[in-house]
């Protein structure tokens, strides 16, 4: 245990990326705060709850004590499928969003709010703000299967985005944006930024949902994850520039292609739902699950061996490479 401990210790070792390092914690999200702490949230396999980690260095949260913050409803709404928590520090306080279904509806999915006003995070109180809030003359946002919202900051603004699914029939799953009036209430109307128009997209389901935003240089690139929770899943890639209207969608460039797929010979199948964060030299970090097997046993969404992953962030002509 300790030759393992040791191991974790710096980012530059090669053996800490792209393997196992927070098993079976799929959906991952690391916030590290102003004061360089560092946080980890994820969806837990029995979608039952939302749990927090913390530790002085990103690699430390694999031996850090997980804390269970917040339990599900025993019916009624946020009573099943709690997915994705997301941790931010918006406005001088704490909050959590992340999506919930119903038991007696289990795909009455929908997107919540927590706050916390406290100091500490683990310790402190969280209060449900309900279901996140749209813009007054929407008619349309977080009323059916939405999910994986994340939240981001540009030019003085912060943005929403997230999953929701469309349609008659089969259903879609397109990503959405929208300002923010407060942490828990929209400005504006949904946007749509993309849908599944690629075969690549389309596996199983046809979906786009877990974006999640890394600046750089001036530019906005906002990863996304399509297909289904197997080995078919895999990310996609938009980019905008920070100074355009970022509620229009001709300002956001979709690649035609996936920037991360399963590999069969790095052993990784099925990355996605990433987040960005940096070490603490400041370099840029994925956080990503994946799976170390092709042969999955039961439903892929039940299944709990999705783990958490670490990668480097290589930057090439000023755009992001992801790779193992």
Not at 171 to 192: F, R, W
Not at 287 to 316: F, S
Request: some cysteine; charged content about 25%; overall charge negative.
């Amino acid at each position: 245990m300790d030759k393992e401990k040791e191991l974790r210790k710096g980012m530059s070792e090669a053996s800490l990326y792209n393997k196992p390092w927070i098993m079976q914690r799929a959906d991952p999200y690391v916030y590290r705060h102003t004061d360089g702490t560092y946080y980890f949230t994820a969806s837990v396999p029995a979608y039952d709850g939302i749990v927090l980690r913390r530790a002085d260095t990103l690699a430390g949260l694999a031996e850090a004590e997980e804390k269970e913050v917040w339990h599900k409803h025993e019916s009624g709404i946020m009573s099943c499928h709690i997915w994705a928590p997301e941790l931010h520090y918006l406005d001088g306080a704490w909050y959590i969003y992340y999506a919930g279904g119903d038991k007696d509806d289990i795909w009455a999915i929908r997107p919540y709010v927590l706050e916390c006003r406290d100091e500490d995070p683990m310790t402190g109180t969280w209060t449900e703000k309900g279901k996140m809030r749209r813009a007054a003359e929407d008619e349309f946002s977080f009323e059916a299967f939405s999910l994986d919202a994340t939240v981001f900051e540009n030019r003085g603004e912060h943005y929403y985005v997230w999953a929701e699914k469309v349609g008659v029939g089969k259903q879609i799953s397109n990503l959405y944006i929208g300002k923010m009036e407060s942490p828990y209430q929209l400005k504006t109307v949904q946007v749509l930024l993309t849908t599944p128009d690629y075969d690549w997209e389309r596996v199983g389901f046809w979906v786009n949902e877990g974006p999640a935003v890394i600046k750089k240089d001036g530019k906005i690139f906002m990863t996304y994850s399509a297909s289904e929770t197997g080995v078919a899943y895999c990310m996609g890639m938009l980019s905008a520039d920070e100074d355009s209207d970022l509620l229009d969608p001709l300002s956001w460039h979709k690649e035609r292609y996936p920037v991360l797929c399963s590999d069969e010979s790095a052993g990784i199948y099925g990355p996605g739902h990433n987040c960005f964060t940096v070490d603490e030299e400041g370099n840029d970090i994925m956080v990503y699950h994946a799976r170390t097997e092709t042969e999955i046993v039961g439903d892929p969404l039940y299944n709990p061996n999705r783990h958490a992953m670490l990668m480097k962030v290589e930057w090439k002509d000023g755009r992001p490479v992801f790779g193992f």
